[in-house]
């Protein structure tokens, strides 16, 4: 039996989750599929950028992370027992009318994950656990995937959101070119500490033995551990081999490692595929591209994917032209390239410090086929609009549409997609009509009707 979708997703994962809801909203009909029997409950990646935190404003999730998130607390270095630093990897940063989530928060992956679904199944969506997809072809028309339990399922659209180890990536064999550090591992636990306060970052430093650091989990009563390993060390991944490493490199009496909740080995690796679309197949997140765990980008520019996929995919299956899927690859992979070399850097020079390059606002997609006079991100703030009252910029933007800002607005938006069109007290930028995009970047910036029609027929 074949069953039928838009748009099938590989992978329930951050990047997965977020195109699934963001596609859901817009009244796509979309499958997506995990092969893993249960949902993760591992920290993994446990910090949210700023850019990322607009995006769950958006998809209407915000209030509820920032529930359960804390800033990252001050770092507490020690040599042996010996304290030796003390200060914060992020400068602390008021919000303001531009920029309402200025922090990098923490927030367990695990967390993140429980929060995408309970929104997906609140727009009709559910991620089906145990799921595997075993093969799949395309065609014109759409890609056939074959799933373990049997069935066939035929897509207009596949994305693979599916990790680095991407059977989806594989089976197209799209390059994945870097470098994995097979002598820079890592090992990690979720942990319940004994004795331990959770106002720092605890970091040890035992020389010849190693680093152990432990970050008190946003919203839990758990530790992160993170321990990095001598080349050729096999750990214990056990309750009692946690203990034995954390005893060894600490060398704390009166605290002990009690539970061992999540474990996992970490290899750094470095890579960005060759490509980020076969034909009708997309590829997303770590699935296309795998960084360090420095700087905390890896999670959010995966989520970072999918909100800029979602929309185009969205308007290409409600009659757009197909060359909008295009701009996909074209605006995200330069920004992966340039996070890889961030988080790389960050890594080699083993930088505690965060500034606002990581936050992701100042992503821009300036110089691409989708960007005439615009292409950056629309900061909030609010907007005095012509018949005298005043709005919050990102109340504007929130949702599905595009947000056209001009002093005669009605006219410009026939046969064009959704817009909401605003007329503003004063004009917005340098130009007299500026349309901002689904995604919250400025589309386009002018003073001619004409080319504002031009555009808005392309997408």
Request: net charge neutral; proline share 6%.
């Amino acid at each position: 039996m074949t069953e039928k979708t838009n748009v099938l997703i590989v992978g329930g994962g951050p990047t997965g989750l977020t195109l699934a809801v963001d596609l859901a909203r817009r009244g796509v009909d979309c499958r997506i599929v995990e092969q893993a029997p249960e949902p993760s409950g591992g920290s993994k990646g446990k910090g949210l950028q700023p850019r990322t935190q607009e995006i769950f404003d958006d998809l209407g999730v915000i209030d509820r992370v920032l529930a359960a998130t804390t800033l990252y607390p001050p770092l507490r270095v020690r040599i042996g027992r010996v304290p030796v630093y003390q200060g914060r990897m992020h400068k602390l940063t008021a919000p303001t009318d531009a920029v309402p989530y200025p922090m990098v928060m923490m927030h367990p992956q695990w967390r993140t994950e429980a929060v995408l679904r309970e929104r997906l199944a609140e727009l009709g969506g559910k991620v089906e656990q145990g799921v595997t997809l075993t093969g799949f072809e395309q065609d014109a028309g759409g890609v056939t995937a074959r799933l373990g339990t049997g069935m066939s399922l035929r897509a207009d659209y596949l994305v693979a959101a599916d990790g680095g180890k991407s059977f989806v990536r594989k089976a197209l064999g799209i390059g994945f070119a870097g470098e994995t550090r097979d002598e820079e591992r890592m090992v990690l636990g979720d942990v319940r500490v004994e004795g331990l306060g959770r106002e720092h970052i605890h970091v040890w430093f035992r020389p010849g033995k190693g680093m152990v650091v432990l970050y008190p989990m946003a919203g839990t009563d758990t530790f992160q551990l993170l321990a990095p390993l001598k080349p050729g060390v096999v750990p214990d991944q056990t309750l009692s081999g946690f203990q034995r490493l954390f005893a060894e490199r600490s060398m704390l009496r009166g605290v002990r490692i009690t539970e061992l909740l999540w474990s996992s080995l970490y290899r750094v690796n470095i890579r960005l595929a060759d490509s980020y679309r076969s034909g009708r197949v997309f590829l997303a997140g770590d699935a296309v591209h795998v960084h360090s765990p420095a700087g905390g980008q890896g999670l959010n520019t995966g989520v970072q994917d999918a909100y800029n996929l979602g929309w185009k995919l969205a308007r290409v299956l409600a009659g757009a032209p197909e060359a909008l899927l295009d701009t996909y690859e074209e605006e995200r992979r330069p920004v992966a390239a340039r996070v890889l070399g961030l988080s790389t850097d960050l890594h080699d020079k083993k930088s505690y410090k965060r500034d606002e390059e990581t936050h992701q606002l100042l992503v821009s997609y300036r110089g691409g086929s989708l960007a005439r006079r615009g292409g950056d991100r629309v900061p909030d703030g609010r907007v005095r609009l012509a018949d005298g009252s005043e709005a919050r910029m990102f109340d504007l933007l929130r949702g599905t549409h595009f947000t056209l800002l001009s002093p005669d607005p009605a006219p410009l938006v026939v046969n064009g997609p959704e817009v909401r069109a605003y007329e503003p007290a004063e004009p917005y930028g340098d130009a007299r009509h500026t349309l901002i995009r689904p995604d919250g970047y400025v589309g386009i910036s002018t003073s001619s009707a004409e080319e504002l029609a031009d555009y808005l027929a392309m997408v």
